[in-house]
T-cell receptor
């Protein structure tokens, strides 16, 4: 019973283009969402988050969009760079905090030079 | 700034042996989390502590698993006895309460 789903295990994008990573959730109690990036042999690194009171949050090249009615969020990376190649995890929690996170299975992003 | 430090980075041992994984959280962080990552189940939360007190251990798979946090700068995750299905990467993370979690680089555990 996956409460957070990342249906695309992999994505390839050309350098300079937009990368769009998607995430769906089923638990309506989730109200705080995060994206983490993970390189091989390293732990996940926090990237960006969004509270359910917002529908968009931007940080440099990274923007997260939240569609509560569809229980869907997405991460946009513009422009994509080869150094962005990593596994991206979507995570969600309830209670408005980043405490008990439920993670998706991850999407491997490859940015081609 | 030192991040979350986990040791050992790799552990290979025979089934039935006791395994102890260690974690030093970021100084000043008052929440600590233990996760396990496997191909089948992805990244799953095992247990977390607030101010050294275990808050939720519902993710701990069996009684063979135990975790302690004797002080604010140290935590252990112990498996006794270990089994081949415990093979995974174990991550420790820390945060300020309600803050974003900072992960260590993990311990890759192989039980033969």
């Amino acid at each position: 019973d996956q409460q957070v789903k990342q249906n695309s295990p992999s994505l390839s994008v050309q350098e300079g283009r937009i990368s769009i990573l998607n995430c769906d959730y089923t638990n309506s109690m989730f109200d705080y969402f995060l994206w983490y990036k993970k390189y091989p042999a390293e732990g996940p690194t926090f990237l960006i988050s969004i509270s359910s009171i917002k529908d968009k949050n931007e940080d440099g090249r990274f923007t997260v969009f939240l569609n509560k009615s569809a229980k869907h969020l997405s991460l946009h990376i513009v422009p994509s760079q080869p150094g962005d190649s990593a596994v991206y995890f979507c995570a969600a929690s309830g209670g408005g905090s980043a405490r008990q996170l439920t993670f998706g299975s991850g999407t491997q992003l490859t940015v081609l030079p | 700034d030192a991040g979350v430090i986990q040791s050992p980075r790799h552990e290979v041992t025979e089934m039935g042996q006791e395994v102890t994984l260690r974690c030093k959280p970021i100084s000043g962080h008052n929440s600590l989390f233990w996760y396990r990552q496997t191909m089948m189940r992805g990244l799953e939360l095992l247990i977390y502590f607030n101010n050294n007190v275990p808050i939720d251990d519902s993710g701990m798979p069996e009684d063979r698993f135990s975790a302690k946090m004797p002080n604010a700068s140290f935590s252990t995750l112990k498996i006794q006895p270990s089994e081949p299905r415990d093979s995974a990467v174990y991550f420790c993370a820390s945060s300020l309460i309600d803050g974003s979690q900072h992960f260590g680089d993990g311990t890759r555990l192989s039980i033969l």
